[in-house]
Structures are given as C-alpha cells and as structure tokens.
C-alpha cells in the first residue's frame, strides 16, 4: 500500500520516522477503503434494487437487524488500535524523547520573513547569546552577541541547512515575526515555529542527498534536491519560503563545518556567509 | 387582541423590513446565494492563478488587477484567499443553512405561526446584512480587503493590512447568528403545535436545535477574540503578541507578553463546531427528503437524533485537533485524537443509517433525491479523509497540504452544498406555489457532481505528494511537487466547468417562478406539517386551520392503509 500511496505522489520517505508515519498513512487508508467500499456497495445495490419501477411499494419497517451496531462497534475498535498501537507511540516519540543538545548534532532554525536563518554553535557546541536589540537585517538577521561568551565560533546560514546522515539531529525552532511551519516533507518532519516559543524538533536523516536524488531518477523530480518548505501562511512571500537541504555523509559534513569556521576567521567581526536568499527580490 | 394588529402593510413592511419568518428567511436565502456565487467566482481567480500562475487573467484581469497589468499580485491571490473562506462560510452556507432553511421551515415544520421573536428575527438578518457590507467595502478600501487567511492567525493578522474591516465585520455576523439561534431554541422549545411531542419532530428541527445550541455557545468566544485582535491591531495592547519581535527589519513596539496561540484555541473553539453547523442542517436535509423519497420512516429516528446530540456535544472538545503541529505535548495531543475518533463514531452512526434507509424503500430519483442520495457518498469521502488528519501522526505529513483542503471541501462543497440544492429543489414548491424543471434539474445535477469531483479528487494526490496550501504559484517552487503539479490546469477546468454547470439552476429558478401556480400543497406527497400550508403560506400566520399533531414524522407506507403516506396533521 506505500506504493500505492507512493504512486498517487508520496514522496519516498527518508528519515527514522518516516517508515512509522507512512505506515499509519497506510493504516488509516486501508479503514477507509474498507468503509467507503463497503458504503458504496450497499449504496448501489440498494438504490438498483429498491428503485421504484422494480419496488411499487415500500417496506415500511426496512431492514429490522442491527448488524450495524457491530459495524460501528468495530469502526470503534479499529480506531482505538490505530490510537494506542500507532499514533500515540509515534508522537511520544516526537515530543518526550527530544535528544539532549549533548547527543545530538544541535542547530538553531530562526525563521522570518521569508527566509530560513540556520544557526550553527560551532566548534564549542554551545549558542552564544542573540538579542533582539542586535539584529540589523543586513549583516545579523538572529542578534547573534559575537561577545558574549560562547558566540566567538557561532556561524549562521541562510536558507542552507546542512546536516549529516545517521545522526541525531536537534533543531530548537523559533521565529522573529509571524508563524511559520519548517516542513521537511521527504523526513516527514513538520513543526510550527510560533513567535515567543521555542520548540524543538528531532530526527535522524537515513539517507543523504545524493543518495535520494538517485531515487529520483527518471521522474519529474529528476535532479531536484531537499528543500525546507514554510507550510504555514506567513504572508506575501510565503510560497517563496522555501530552504534547501543537504544531507552529507559525515566526513563531509565535517569539512563543510571547517569551511565555515574558515570564513569566520578570514572575514572577522565583518564577516558573511555563503547567502541563498533562493531569491533576490525579498 | 383578535387579528385587529393586521393592519395593511406597505411595500418596505412587507418586503424589506419585514418580521415575517418567511420573508427573512427568504432575505437570507437570496443574500446567502448571492454571497455563494461571489465566492465561488473568487475561487476561480484563485484557480487561474494556480493553473497559469503571474499570467495575465483574460478578460477580467486588466479591470480587476490594472496596476499590475492584469496580474494577480501575492497580496490579491491571499486576499481572495481569505475573503473566499470567509464569504463561504460565514456569508453563505450558514446563513443559507441556518438563516434561510431555519428561517422559513421551523416554524411551518412544527406548525407555528412565526418564529417565537419576530423582530429579533429581523434583526439578525439586517446585523448579518450589516456584516456583508462592512466584508464587502474592505475590497475597496486603501488597505483592501483582509489576506491573512480565514482563520486569521496573528501576528501576522495583526501586522497585515486588511484585517481591520474583517474583523469588525465578524463581530455583525457573529451577532447575527447568535441572535438567530437563540431565535430558533426559543421557537423549538416553546412553539411546537399540540400533539407534537420531542420525539415527532422532524429530524430537520432536531439538527436545526443542536446547530443552534452550537452557534450560541460556540461563537461568544470568537467574538470576544475578535475584539481582542481587533484591540491588539486599533489600540496597542498585545493579547497575541509576546515579547521580543522584530518584524520587517525592526523591533515591534508592543508591550509583548501575549500568545498567538491564544488566538488559536480561541478561533478553533468556534471553528470546530462550526463544521457541525455546515454540516448538521444539511443531514436534516437530507434526511427529511431520503425518508420522502423512499416512502418508508428513516431507519433509527432516534439512534440519529441521539447521535446528532452527541456529535454537538463532542464537537467542543476536539478543537486543538487543528493545532497539533503548533508544538503539543503528549496528553494533550492524546486527548484530542481520542475525542476526534470519538467523534467519528456518531457520524459513521449517521451516514450508516442513511444508507440503511435506502434498504426496502420504493425509491423515486428526482432532482431533490438525486442531490441527497449524492451526498451521502460524497459527505463520506470528506468524512472519512479526516480521519488521518485527526490521527496526530499521519497529520504531521499531510498537515496544511492540500489533503486538508479536500477534505473539508468534500464535506463542505459537495456534501452541505449539495444538501442544501436538494432542500431548494424540494421547498420550492412550498415557497412559491410552483415546480421546478426536472430535466433543468438534472442538467443542473450530473455535472455539478461529476466536476465537483474533477476539483477535489485531485486534491487528496497533492495532498499526498506533501504539496502545500495557500501557495500563490500553486506549489511551482517546490521539488516536491513536481510530480502532482500538473494536475493544478485540470482541476482549474473543472472548476470552471463547475461554474458553468450552475447556469441551468439559475435558469431554472427564474423560468420556475414565472411558471404556472398549482393548488396542490404536497407535491411530494410527504407527511411533515409544512406540507399542510397553503404554498405560499400566508403571510404572518401560515396555516388557515389550526394544526393539531397526532403522528409521527415520518409514517410513509404504513401497512394496512391504502394511500403510501400518512401526514402528521391527519386524525
């Protein structure tokens, strides 16, 4: 049933929990087909079999058993398994078993309008401090505190998320303005990212980006890589809020982080970054 | 204090400010169908702009987007976005539903003279008026009209422009629906003929109390945090901004510290019930003209009456179902999946026992039938597809895609709306003394249904391959959806189709009320008490004899008598 699913444009699922949620997809689907199929059958049997020309007079007690009380009763049953068995372990996996910022390769998702800004703790693993009051759209869109304590080695991105494979990622989400959803619809991940909250999100990529675009050969999507999609209206320019993402293996993963680091010492105080705004118009 | 207050009424008492149930409920009908088309016709610039996105729309475009030469911007696309959520909802099928098919039936299905507060009857349709027009001037004031989504999440609501004149008008419609329901409880409550007890009423008056009992309790909170917003946009304070936001390049000057998710528990504390005020008149529908037209009592009257009840009441508490991708915790996320399988029970009750009806009937396929047998299948897909977005885990994917579109389109466009053509189709005869056209009818009907599925079908594949809603160019920037986008320039044909295949309709209300006046009161040969009116009703006190009850409501094809249907009112 994934590849029906799959058929009718669901993209191939390519983190740790993909597999479960497309499974319960699948689930829920099966229930449907099974209700709607059975509706339907006895919807068009009855309506050729009562119709009036064939039917002159009808039955005024109509069907007098209560089979379908049994019919909802497993509608019920059904839906109880589909809760405890499926739904509910996946989503206490989502939120209670969040990875410490320790165990986990920890990156900060400010997002704004309309552009994703990717920050990374760099060599010392811990966030230097951002303020409100620092943040000048051109040259420190997240008030990154290059003075306070832990902020010397902090780099950000804009629009380019790197992470790598087969590794527990941890994204604290947040956002300057207005709500947005950081949608990664190939890891099915998805998360509101509301002003005033902090929320983070977990997931471990399974296969990098080179590897997924070999999946994508011959369709139409053919050369076409990872992207961050804003799933939640954020206004003018949100169906332009798009990011990218690039899964790497880990030895790669760790030079592009060396680069980075490497333009921060070249540039100094005064320094930028490799920007993608994946659009000049903002 | 006979009838000596009937004094003869001028052109303006009788037709415009008139406290007549009849003539408000036939106000709102004709607003809400106007509403409805205007509606419609926004969501066919939209679905332009989808399938031949930054085109310039032919025809209109130059007229309606001449500073752009005859592109649709991302602020037009958003504001029709919004004002096309709104006008459908708020501005049409529930004053259509509830306004209009309330209005008028209520009192003749129970066998009262008018509703139980006549002039809080009129004012509920000159406040909802109101509200159309303050909705309407936002198109064209400097600001334009509210872009920010039906559902008005701020801070976006509150920083963009627009919002303003929505909000004030929420706060008329709100009214007018709060007037009107507590108009219909009261009616339903304290103005049922004799003899008709709780258990002889209609299945229709049954979901027009439980939707009233709805409106009533479900809207005062929106209207209050329609205020508030209003409040955080006119006059600075802060209930849905927190602290520490830079917006547009600079800090927002506000006092900080509220909640945007306040708003959202606010919002969808309405917005959840609501789905059951689209919904439930709309089974009433159905219902009366099933049992009608397959001449046997509906299958467990009171199983549906139970259930309808308790989908009421459920309907309160599965709002945050909407909200679980704004970062919820585990209990909280369990609960609300519990109550929204919950839920699904009384519906699958509902449409199970509709289907069940069918079984042993002498079934007639008129216009009326043809429009309720099809929203049965049709409700059922919109039904059903909510089931993996109410699942919390299978929401995370299809959240906000298209899928979300779907289904509550088919639960909106081809369920309610088809329900409510039926009801037209069907009353009309009652309304004007005339018929309508069986074979403008069906012409009406075939390909309403089959286009109606060519728009939404497709939605449920984009919603699966993760396309997301609300998106100006259609999806066009996302790798994503690549593979579904071609669907976008057949759905966008269909929906023009669509458009075309209500011709026949409109032309079939006018040539039918030009057409010739039968005296025969109960066309469709059906056992409910308004049947028992003459066709008009009179004016003001509807029946010219005095109703008394002593049936129920559905006592078609009784055995042992001769005629196939046995009314109410009959000894």
Redesign the interface.
Known sequence: MTEI?QY????VGISSVSG??DE??VI??Y??LV??VG??I??IV??IK???SK?????????ESHY?SV??GA??VI??V??FG???P???E???DVPDSRDAEYIRVIA??YAWNIHYPGADGIFGDTK??L?D?QDNPI?LDRNSEFGKDDFYTINQMHIPVDTKIRVDLSS????H?F?L??L?????A????T?PVHFTATSTSKEFLETAVG???EG????I????????????M?GYLTIHEQEDYSAWLEEQAGYLEEEGDDWGDDDDWGDDDW | MSNDHHHEENFIQKYVFSVDHKIIGLQYGITSLLFLLFGFMLMMLMRYQIAYPETVIPYFGEWLFAGSGGVMLPENYNTLGAMHGTIMIFLGVVPLAVGAFGNYLVPLQIGAPDMAFPKLNAASYWSYFVGGVVMMASFFTPEGAARSGWTSYPPLSIFESGQTMWLLGMVFLITSSLLGSMNIIVTIVQLRAPGLTWFRLPFFIWAQLVTSFLLILAFPPLESAAILQLMDRLVGTSFFLPSGLVYAGSPVEAYGSGSPLLWQHLFWFLAHPEVYVLILPAIGIVGEIIANNTRKPLWGYKSLVYAIGFLGFMSFIVWAHHMFLTGMGQSMSAFFQLTTMIISIPSVVVLTAFFISLWGGSIRFNTPMLFALSFLPMFGIGGLTGLPLGVAASDIFLHDTYYVIGHFHYVVAPGTIFALFAGIYYWFPKVTGKRMSETLGKLHFWPSLLFMNGVFMPMFIQGLAGLSRRMYDGGQQYAHASDVLHWNEFMTISAFCLGAAQIPFIVNLIISLAGQKSDDRNPWKSTTIEWSAPSPPLPHVNFDSSVEVNHGPYEYSVPGQDEDYCPQTSP
């Open positions: 699913l009718f444009g669901l993209p479960r949620i319960i997809i829920v689907h229930l449907m209700l709607f509706w339907g006895f919807f009855s309506l009562f119709r009036e039917n002159k007079k009808a039955n005024y007690k109509g069907v379908s019919l909802e509608v019920a839906e109880i589909i809760l499926f739904a509910f996946i989503w206490a989502r939120v209670n704004q309008q409100v009051e943040v759209e008030g300057k303005d207005v709500i959803n949608k619809p190939e099915r991940v998805s998360q509101d509301i002003p005033g909250m929320i369709t139409k999507r076409k890589s990872l992207e999609a804003c799933a939640q209206l954020c206004g003018l320019g949100h169906y332009r798009k």
